[in-house]
């Protein structure tokens, strides 16, 4: 979930273009609960093969991904491991909301709500062990490569931009940029017409970057102070303090510029803000990594996604799409190189002439 920041936030919508030729950190549980929660039949069921396996994750990775590679934008999908102790009641409190919302689902499908029914089913989505290890075989088969995070994955991400080992960090959660990421993309696969929950309405939504540098620098203020204002907002890992949002947080550190003297203006505590520092800002990361993409295998694809059901010859005209795009995509970078080299030397052709 992470911390909103909206509020004091103004991100830049771009096109995919803008994209083109970089490549992506992309959140992974955060990309596949975002597919788990939209992809859905109209009575809020998710897809299932005739076994009763879900398989809205694999639609969401199959399509959403090869429109990207399609675009020439090629993902690194980053998958958290072990949680940090401290996000454990976040993590019960989700699993509560996720309890209450299936009640509710069911309640609306019984009174033939299929609105209310829909707009429940998208908050019940979780990440079983099927799940996740489907997820990871389908991504080893189109060449899309998979990192393992010690930890958070936005963290990883995070870490491997700062890095320049890729371009930019994708997730919804602005969290990356507490984590440390330089540029967050923002609705990379979930980009398009969206129905707004519990509204009948839809809202366009767009792709869209923010500059973690131009952000703080507007804000006047540190990616440490920043840090200290989601810990009095709250975090995934500490209770925040009652009637502080992001601005009257952003207010507090912009006037005493640290946490300590904040929190001593406003006679509150957060006992363990040191630790929720730590794992922002020096939590693990790992350069056991690699961001190079794959072929995609056909035949392995096409044996995959038909045993859930999908139609051998839609699979096989995505994955024919990504080895077209990523070879029209390799053709378009050697023709630059070579436009670049011819250029250089020579680029006043007049100058030349006179020699």
Known sequence: MGVNLS???????????????????????NTIFQFLSIIRQPDGKPLMDQDGN???H?????????????????????????ANEMKAGTIEERIAR?????????????????????????????MTPEILESSKRLLDLLGIPVVQAPSD???????????????????????????????????????????????????????????TKSMLDGLGITREQLVDVCIMIGTDFNHGIDGIGPKKGLKLIQKHRRLEDALAAIGQEIPE?????DIFLNGPRS????????????????????????????????????????KAESSRRKQRSLDSWFRGPYEDVSACRTH
């Open 287 to 326: 350069d056991d990594y690699d961001v190079k993409p794959g072929a995609a295998s056909m035949d392995e694809t096409v044996e995959m996604m038909t045993s859930y059901g999908f139609s051998e010859d839609r699979v096989r005209a995505v994955v024919n799409k990504i080895d077209a795009s990523r």
């Open 153 to 211: 994955g936005e963290a990883q991400a995070a870490y491997m931009c700062s890095k320049g080992s890729v371009y930019a960090a994708a997730s919804q959660d602005f969290d990356s940029i507490l984590f440390g990421a330089p540029l967050l993309v923002r609705n990379l696969t979930i980009s398009g017409r969206r129905k707004i929950p519990g509204k009948n309405a839809y809202k366009d939504v767009k792709t869209e970057i923010i500059d």
């Open 58 to 82: 694999l639609s969401g990775i199959l399509y959403r991904t090869s429109n990207l590679i399609e675009a020439g934008v090629e993902p690194v999908f980053v998958f958290d491991g072990k």
């Open 98 to 126: 996720r309890e209450k919302a299936k009640e509710e689902y069911e309640k609306a499908l019984e009174e033939g709500d299929l609105k209310k029914a829909f707009s429940k089913a998208q908050q019940t989505s979780r």
């Open 7 to 29: 509020p004091i936030t103004e991100a830049r919508e771009i096109e995919l273009s803008e994209l083109r030729g970089k490549t992506v950190a992309v959140d992974a549980y």
């Open 273 to 277: 803000y040191q630790d929720v520092r």
């Open 54 to 56: 879900v398989t809205s």
